[in-house]
């Protein structure tokens, strides 16, 4: 292993420097004496002492060790007993502690200053100590950032900034961003060669003040020592950095949260390192990101790459900028330059982060962007678009950026620091039109005065009249628009203002002026479920008049859900005048987040099944395979029974796996364009001779009803599913069950076929409707259901592309709807099951290839393949059975397992292809998303599926039909 060096400063020299001839041990400040009774002596007692008594001040005398400490600084951090302290320390005693290296034991004295910083009077060093010699823990525990805590991390370095005070190393590691800065004032040609290279570091973890919001944002660990940094496997890493373009005494341009430009060039900046404008850096640009495998690709271009490694060169150089125009930079493609450019004002606009200018010259629009002030208010907009009227000319500095295809139609960006820096060439002429009309108004109006007073006051109390009336018009459109109901209060707290939509909300009408806040409270509060909390909210609005604030109540009369908001009301001097209140109806939004939740919810357990029920197929497997090879056994009689119920729980155990496939969505769907009619009359006939006399078993199907693409197995499944829970739901007694089948429309779907499985059974509660489809959950008695029927249902239906809801009413019935999208293919007959067995001959016995990556699948499988007289070679992996095939002596079949790790199932089929395209192969697994996408394959579809667990009359039957007839 590689480490940086550090050669540690001999402390008896540094003794020297101090105290002559200072041996280990002695004091290099005041003496200390022998702890005192009372004295804290380490960081577990500190912290407990300080929980009993935060505001009381202890005397501490306890042996550290050196964790970190920067030169400049006036405080070092320390550990004892795998916590740390930052101390603070005397300007004397600092200039020691610097000379220390990291792990360095040290006597510390002093007393507690607060609960951050601990004051050292007295520092004694021990012993010199290393790196290991400090507790540290990973950066992440439990899912979150050890802050202020001694840590390790290992990672590959993604850039590398050095500066004349530090060096600055940014990681990215799933998701996780964090920087390391070691703090130097000596500059490494090494630290560049660490950009794509896996390292291991140890330091403190801080997290940025700028970086609030998200906890694992502006993470950083804070080194003293270049021997806190080791790389990990160097030879390795070394072949794996990717050659760099190397640029040289860069002028820094412009940088913000998201650009950095330099002259000529465009980058993403390096996290939490902020350059200035006149910064002069080295740079190194490498591909973006490494590839998933670890090697850096090689097909980066100049424009995806990105800084590997900064070096400051210096800072506060001049910038200059060449006077041009909009037409010079498009036809020379001068972008990332400094541009002083003239052009006409077309427009100012203003958000929170920018304020821009769109401007236009010789026939080419462009924008200019300028960083907005912390408050972007209407004093500030008013200002600069007087400054900066529509049509005026001006000439400004900037970056020439880029500009995005679809940002205002742009040509180009001309990114600036200051507006106030704008220089303003002409502005243009005021017409001064109306002015002149209203004074010749105003001059006939005095002559006329003493004739016309009376007409022209009517007329101006008439113009007020229907001005306040528009006003008061739009208004009331515009609150209505917003939201679907107003009160204004005024100072007495009565009703100034409402609407309708308010009074049909509480039910009651509202007399403005008369009605008060109390009233209004009684009613509306006796709307929602926690009137209690509406009160509270209602009187503390009033209570204080600066309160602006949106709560949410879910409301009893209707049921449903509305957004409260309220705030004060000022008039234009800034006076409070009352309060407003806004009601909006928000019961859409709640319903769909819950439904979002749900959907969410499903999917995760989806996935969880999925994977537990393939693992199950294997071990089911091996079970069946062993049984059949006992019952095969002359001498199996005496446990025949035994071996049946064993038999007889694997078929339960498989199909309750099948359903767990099903829902989550890995089974194989065989999908055929069929009718619906035929499907349906099959389930009918099976249904009259399983549910008895006392059930009312109908259909009522459509004569012309539109084909669809289903499987018709799984479909058929799932009707006798539905009406086998509709027999259940009868309880015992006399009733009805139906199956309808119509054309129809869907909103997201088209043109379905609609089926409904209706029955007048006991219904289902309203508060478990949203749970029926939920897997494992069920509404029977325990050990009468396994809560996967509907849950299957809903996965078949899905897989189809169609949907599936319950409507019941409780007590009263029950009706399951599904809707399947119409096919425009010709329909083809529903095949009829049959049942019989193949016949127990074997025709040619065979020489199989059996590839799987489980020890016990393969030898049961070939005991299985034994028993039915055919030779059989066994290999684990695809790797071993690829170089088995390439034997001298061929192989008739090969039977292939899909789900390996290293070299996977589908890796292993395209070599087989390849090495022979002739051999049959059979795909084995317990589900087949990609066995199914191999199907529409032609040079990667197999020869045939089976389907885990399987059965030796199964694969006798799958093997026959590759015997070729005699």
């Not at 074997?842 to 039915?868: A, G, H, N, W, Y």
Request: aromatic content about 8%.
């Amino acid at each position: 292993m590689w480490f940086f060096v550090h050669l540690k400063s001999n402390w008896i020299l540094c003794g020297l420097l101090v105290f002559s001839f200072s041996p280990a041990g002695s004091l290099i400040a005041n003496s200390i004496e022998a702890s005192e009774a009372g004295v804290i002596t380490s960081f577990p007692e500190m912290r407990s002492r300080m929980r009993e008594s935060p505001a009381q001040s202890f005397p501490f005398d306890i042996k550290v060790r050196l964790a970190f400490v920067s030169p400049g600084w006036n405080r070092f951090r320390v550990q004892n007993e795998g916590l740390g302290r930052w101390c603070t320390i005397s300007a004397e005693l600092q200039s020691v502690v610097e000379k220390c290296t990291i792990g360095d034991q040290l006597r510390i004295r002093g007393h507690i200053v607060h609960q951050g910083f601990i004051q050292v009077d007295d520092l004694e060093f021990l012993a010199e100590g290393l790196n290991r010699d400090l507790t540290s823990i990973p950066v992440v525990q439990d899912g979150e950032p050890q802050l202020w805590r001694y840590v390790e991390y290992e990672g590959i370095v993604e850039s590398v900034f050095e500066s004349p005070s530090q060096i600055q190393f940014t990681f990215r590691d799933n998701g996780l961003q964090l920087c390391a800065k070691l703090h130097t004032t000596t500059s490494d040609s090494a630290s560049y060669q660490l950009a794509g290279k896996r390292v291991k570091l140890w330091g403190y973890l801080e997290k940025d003040a700028g970086f609030a919001n998200d906890p694992f944002d502006g993470l950083r660990i804070l080194m003293m020592s270049r021997d806190q940094l080791q790389i990990v496997d160097p030879e390795e890493a070394a072949a794996k950095i990717p050659e760099a373009d190397v640029l040289t005494d860069k002028v820094v341009l412009f940088q913000d949260s998201d650009h950095l430009i330099l002259d000529g060039y465009r980058l993403s900046p390096i996290p939490q390192i902020v350059l200035s404008p006149g910064d002069l850096v080295d740079v190194s640009l490498v591909p973006v990101v490494p590839e998933s495998d670890g090697e850096w690709s090689k097909q980066a271009s100049a424009e995806n790459k990105r800084v590997g490694w900064m070096h400051l060169v210096s800072v506060g150089n001049t910038l200059r900028a060449k006077e041009t125009t909009p037409q010079a930079i498009l036809q020379s493609q001068a972008f990332y330059q400094n541009a002083t450019l003239e052009s006409t004002v077309e427009e100012i606009l203003f958000d929170v982060r920018h304020t821009t200018l769109r401007l236009s010259e010789g026939g080419v629009n462009y924008v200019a962007l300028f960083p907005a002030p912390e408050s972007v208010d209407w004093t500030y907009i008013s200002t600069q678009r007087k400054r900066y009227p529509v049509g005026s000319r001006i000439k400004l500095t900037g970056v020439v950026d880029v500009a995005d295809a679809d940002f205002m139609n742009a040509a180009f960006l001309l990114r600036g620091d200051e507006l106030d820096k704008i220089q303003i060439l002409v502005i243009p002429l005021q017409w001064t039109l109306a002015q002149l009309k209203w004074a010749f108004l105003l001059l006939g109006g005095i002559l006329i005065v003493v004739l016309l007073w009376q007409f022209s006051l009517r007329r101006q109390v008439l113009a007020a009249t229907q001005e306040l009336r528009s006003l008061n018009a739009r208004v009331s459109a515009a609150t209505r628009a917003v939201r679907d109901g107003i009160l204004v209060f005024d100072l007495d707290r009565k009703v100034s203002q409402t609407d309708e939509d308010l009074e049909r909300i509480i039910g009651e009408s509202i007399d403005l002026g008369v009605t008060d806040a109390i009233v209004l409270r009684t009613h509306l509060g006796a709307r929602f479920s926690r009137t209690a909390a509406f009160n509270n909210f209602w009187q503390a609005a009033f209570d204080n008049p600066a309160l602006t604030k949106t709560n949410e109540f879910e409301t009893v009369s209707p049921a449903g859900w509305l957004s409260v908001y309220t705030a004060p009301v000022f008039d234009d001097e800034g006076v409070y005048f009352g309060r407003i209140w806004t009601f909006d109806d928000i019961t859409q939004r709640k319903r769909f987040e819950e439904e979002c939740v749900q959907s969410q919810k499903i999917r995760a357990i989806g996935r969880l099944a999925g994977g537990v029920a393939h693992d199950f197929n294997n071990l089911l497997h091996v079970i069946g395979a062993s049984l059949d090879q006992v019952v095969a056994a002359p001498d199996s009689s005496t446990v025949a029974e035994p071996i049946a119920i064993a038999s007889a729980a694997v078929k339960r155990a498989s199909d309750i796996t099948h359903h767990l496939l099903t829902f989550s969505r890995r089974s194989t769907l065989s999908k055929k364009t069929i009718q619906v009619t035929e499907l349906i009359d099959q389930v009918a006939g099976l249904m009259r001779s399983t549910l008895g006399a006392d059930v009312d078993f109908r259909t009522d199907v459509s004569k012309d009803l539109w084909p669809v693409e289903a499987d018709a197995g799984q479909l058929e499944q799932v009707l006798i599913n539905l009406c086998l829970n509709a027999r259940d739901a009868l309880r015992k007694r006399p009733g009805v069950i139906r199956i309808h089948a119509e054309n129809s429309t869907f909103d997201k779907i088209g043109q379905t076929v609609k089926i409904r499985v209706c029955d007048n059974g006991g219904g289902i509660p309203h508060e478990m409707l949203d749970k029926i489809f939920e897997p494992f959950f069920t509404t029977k008695e325990i050990g009468e259901g396994t809560g996967l029927g509907l849950a299957t249902a809903l996965g078949v239906i899905e897989q189809h592309g169609g949907r599936i809801f319950c409507e019941s009413v409780y007590q009263k019935g029950t009706e399951i709807v599904i809707h399947l999208p119409k096919s425009d293919k010709p329909a083809v007959p529903v095949p009829v099951k049959n049942h019989s067995l193949a016949s127990e001959e074997v025709r040619r016995p065979k020489r199989v290839l059996l590839i799987d990556d489980d020890d016990m699948v393969l030898r049961s499988t070939s005991l299985m393949l034994q028993r039915l007289h055919h030779d059989v070679v066994c290999a684990i992996g695809g790797q071993a059975g690829l170089e088995l095939l390439g034997a001298d002596k061929p192989f008739d079949v090969v039977m292939l397992d899909l789900t390996m790790p290293e070299m996977s199932g589908l890796e292993t089929l395209e070599a087989i292809r390849k090495q022979n395209a002739e051999i049959p192969v059979i795909i084995c697994s317990g589900y087949s998303e990609d066995a199914e996408q191999l199907i529409h394959q032609k040079e990667m579809r197999p020869d045939a599926f089976l389907a885990k667990p399987f059965r030796s009359k199964d694969l006798r039957e799958i093997l026959l039909a590759f015997d070729s007839p005699k």
